[in-house]
């Protein structure tokens, strides 16, 4: 008889990161640089969280300096801009959008996630498989023991105190940067937790083969590729 658990933690552990179709996020946050001057923060993230480039420009340079600003929000090109509520970047872009290509700035405002909208895929989807636990329960004779996550959901308050930098960053904006790609990783990793639980189980993979990311996120984040573009046109 096969068995329901045939598959190795190992296995379905390793870390993803490319994601076929999708570039990744965004991040926008302002705040005081290491000399207590505002400042932007630019941040690119891979599709599960990992950092791809960083940046900390001030907005007196901004000023003397709008196409370096320009240079670098083109990174930001074809991928999702990433907070906890969608006000926050949107805020930061009304500051800077005189300053960049009109195209640009209307991609990205139309492609910003916000990590409690993340979270809430995410519990979705694990009640979903775990009604289908109950469901497999009415038809077999085995003992089924409930799904266990590796890590439960967090709410918004402990998933930001989680994210918080451990280590005193180089400077306030650079910690609230740092935040925020800490908690898309971390959510990031709360889907792949629930895909390897969910994949351990032979009954449960007739939902499908393990994904990288929720549905909804991903689509999103294959959505904002080529939208620059699109905006353009």
Not at 109 to 125: A, F, M, Q, V
Request: proline share 6%; with cysteine.
């Amino acid at each position: 008889m096969a068995s329901d658990f045939d598959v190795s933690e190992t296995e379905l552990s390793a870390p993803i990161d490319y994601v076929p179709g999708a570039r990744g996020h965004g991040i926008l946050a302002v705040g005081s640089d290491s000399n207590g001057t505002e400042a932007l923060a630019i941040w690119c993230l891979s599709p599960t969280g990992f950092a791809g480039g960083a940046w900390i420009v001030r907005f007196e340079e901004i000023q003397r300096n709008p196409e370096e600003l320009g240079r670098i929000m083109w990174m930001l090109q074809d991928r999702c801009l990433v907070d906890w509520t969608a006000d926050e970047p949107a805020g930061i872009l009304d500051r800077i959008a005189h300053l960049l290509p009109v195209h640009l700035v209307a991609a990205l405002r139309n492609n910003i996630l916000t990590i409690p909208d993340l979270l809430t895929e995410i519990s979705e989807h694990r009640a979903s498989y775990a009604e289908a636990v109950e469901r497999h329960r009415t038809v077999t004779k085995a003992k089924l023991a409930p799904l266990a996550w590796a890590t439960e959901m967090p709410c918004r308050e402990v998933l930001m105190q989680l994210a918080s930098p451990q280590s005193a960053a180089a400077s306030p904006v650079a910690a609230a940067a740092l935040a925020l790609a800490s908690a898309v990783a971390r959510t990031a990793q709360l889907w792949q937790d629930t895909e390897q639980a969910r994949y351990r189980r032979t009954y449960l993979r007739s939902l499908g083969e393990p994904q990288p990311l929720p549905p909804r996120w991903l689509a999103r984040l294959r959505a904002a590729v080529g939208s620059a573009a699109v905006a353009l046109s």
